[in-house]
């Protein structure tokens, strides 16, 4: 029997029910847990033994997939984002890596104008400091008029103007793969990475992760930014200098930041982050609306089985 390791979390947490959605395909499943990932050194002691990955957002680099052969035949990502793995070595080496693309341009999009709408009106902060027995009127700014730009246009970039468009937003984009205004949204003007920077009142991150792009908002980049404005990112966190983030909020160069993911994860409970009322933190869970998160299950365990048959 073909033996399919398991280590993506939403599998993870509900063991009982993929066991036998697995085992019901044909394979032996092997879970092995994790808080988020795992890194390339755990790696190299678990893989090797293993005909299919239902693989998360685990750091699978060259040498891991080396490890894993020759039985290794495919790895199924749960979800969307693949920059965790070494894809070139993957090729390389013949090992097909499937995902689910576009699957949560709805349900992180969502969450994105959520922090959006939370900060602009002090949702949130409103509702901690009632709890602590204060009845504050802090004023808000709102969205209407104000400029969004979005970093990365794909399907949830575009999911995110969409929303914005409705709520009366000016929309500007960078993609560096995308330089006209797509004939889809022609309300969004494409223009340069400096650009949207340095004109947006909010700038939410909803690109791909990649080597030239770490750090990509630091300390440099926000000191062009407008001074109060607002930072998004549901993307990844290591996109974000998280300590040039943290002195901008000190600063108070930027008025706020909604974050669903961050460079280390979980979130440190040292971290300065939490000090902030004017910060909203995610648990790198945007993509938790129930219907795509079955589709992606779905999709997952039919991708691995369109190669191990």
């Known amino acids: 029997m073909m033996r399919v390791l398991v280590t993506n979390i939403m ?3 509900e063991q009982e029910r993929f066991s036998k959605e697995i085992k019901s395909l044909g394979y032996e499943p092997v879970f092995m847990h994790t808080e988020q990932f795992f890194t390339e050194s755990e790696l190299l002691d678990v893989v090797g033994d293993y005909d299919g990955w ?3 957002d685990d750091q699978i680099t060259e040498q891991v997939l080396k490890k894993a052969l020759p039985r290794l035949k495919v790895i199924s990502k749960w979800g969307t984002g693949i920059d965790s793995i070494d894809l070139n070595a993957a090729k390389k080496l013949g090992i097909p890596v ?3 693309p576009g699957a949560f341009k709805d349900a992180v999009s969502e969450v994105a104008i959520a922090y959006m709408l939370n900060l602009s009106r002090h949702v949130v902060s409103i509702d901690r400091s009632i709890r602590q027995g204060n009845w504050p009127k802090p004023a808000g700014v709102g969205l209407v008029n104000r400029k969004l730009g979005i970093i ?3 399907a949830i970039g575009q999911g995110v103007a969409e929303r914005a468009l409705g709520l009366k937003m000016d929309v500007v984009a960078y993609d560096s793969q995308i330089q006209e205004s797509l004939a889809d949204y022609p309300q969004v003007n494409m223009l340069s990475f400096d650009d949207v920077v340095a004109q947006s009142d909010v700038v939410c991150l909803c690109c ?3 080597p030239e792009n770490v750090h990509m908002i630091n300390e ?3 000191e062009k930014m407008k001074d109060g404005a607002c930072i998004i990112n549901v993307a990844r966190g290591p996109l974000i200098d998280e300590s040039a983030l943290i002195a901008a909020l000190e600063s108070k160069k930027l008025s706020s930041a909604g974050l669903d993911v961050f460079e280390v994860e979980p979130l440190p409970v040292n971290s300065k982050l939490f000090s902030f009322d004017n910060v909203i933190l995610g648990s790198h869970n945007a993509n938790n609306l129930v219907s795509a998160t079955e589709y992606v299950h ?3 365990l039919k991708n691995l089985a369109k190669v191990l048959g």
């Open 208 to 210: 791909n992760m990649s």
């Open 152 to 154: 990365g246009f794909g």
């Open 98 to 100: 499937l995902n689910s």
């Open 54 to 56: 239902l693989a998360g």
């Open 220 to 222: 440099q980049v926000i």
């Open 11 to 13: 599998m993870l947490n």
């Open 298 to 300: 779905s999709n997952t």
